[in-house]
């Protein structure tokens, strides 16, 4: 389980988290909806500290945490239990495929070289990209390149999956065979908290979809109630530009 309590950060003088509180369980997939500069990505982005809130606590597993005083050994540890996949892949532009997948489980797991070989082999060929093992980034699309980036966080076998829009780079065309990827990874019962714009994969994967909105949760629920009978006049504005309003049930 994860969960964030009252957690905020400011940029400057901008306050992009205001008090924010999610609970994830475990095996759950969560979508966060929301504007650009809702404070989504912030929020994703300070479960694994890539960015470190001004104030709130993490519950990670067994773990209680305070964002503000944070001990480095504890973040370690929720960056070894958990695996971020980037919109903009996030890949070492000098490793190839492969080595991208070893690499965290080499230097952070510890695996010998032939075992971490095997499994990148193995999750290469899981995402379609067994014949592109050798390839380096520059030479892969980037819908490739994004399932090089959760071939990578697969092979870990993380305890939780954060997805930062990881569409949102791709040419249209691109973007189908990355979410199927990411449907899979959602079959397996791996927790998952999703950032992204992609209506339908949320109505279709997502257990529990977060609507934010000026560094808020505005509303939460299943993907059914968001979508069809939102509560809060904000997140049906946010959703008239993509669903139509008729088939709303207010």
Not at 111 to 129: F, N, Q, Y
């Amino acid at each position: 389980m994860i969960e964030l309590k009252g957690v905020k950060k400011t940029f400057g003088k901008q306050e992009v988290l205001k008090d924010v509180s999610v609970k994830v369980n475990d095996g759950e997939v969560v979508v966060i909806l929301g504007p650009s500069g809702s404070g989504k990505t912030t929020f994703l982005r300070c479960i694994n500290f890539l960015e470190r809130a001004d104030e709130g606590k993490l519950i990670f597993g067994d773990k209680i945490l305070d964002l503000k005083h944070v001990k480095k050994k504890d973040i370690l540890y929720v960056r070894r239990h958990s695996a971020f996949v980037f919109q903009n892949y996030g890949l070492f532009a000098h490793m190839t495929a492969l080595q991208n997948v070893m690499e965290g489980l080499v230097q952070v797991q510890k695996k010998s070289k032939a075992e971490a070989r095997k499994i990148a082999e193995d999750t290469l060929s899981w995402v379609g990209l067994s014949d592109k093992q050798d390839f380096y980034p520059a030479q892969l699309s980037g819908g490739q390149q994004q399932r090089v980036g959760i071939a990578r966080a697969v092979a870990l076998k993380p305890d939780v999956i954060l997805f930062d829009e990881p569409t949102s780079a791709l040419d249209p065309e691109l973007v189908g065979e990355t979410l199927e990827v990411i449907k899979k990874v959602a079959k397996m019962g791996i927790t998952m908290v999703v950032v992204t714009h992609e209506m339908s994969f949320a109505e279709d994967v997502a257990d529990r979809v977060i609507f934010m909105d000026g560094g808020v949760v505005v509303e939460e629920g299943k993907p059914s109630e968001i979508f069809y009978k939102p509560k809060e006049e904000r997140t049906r504005q946010f959703l008239s530009r993509i669903i139509p309003q008729d088939a709303y049930v207010i």
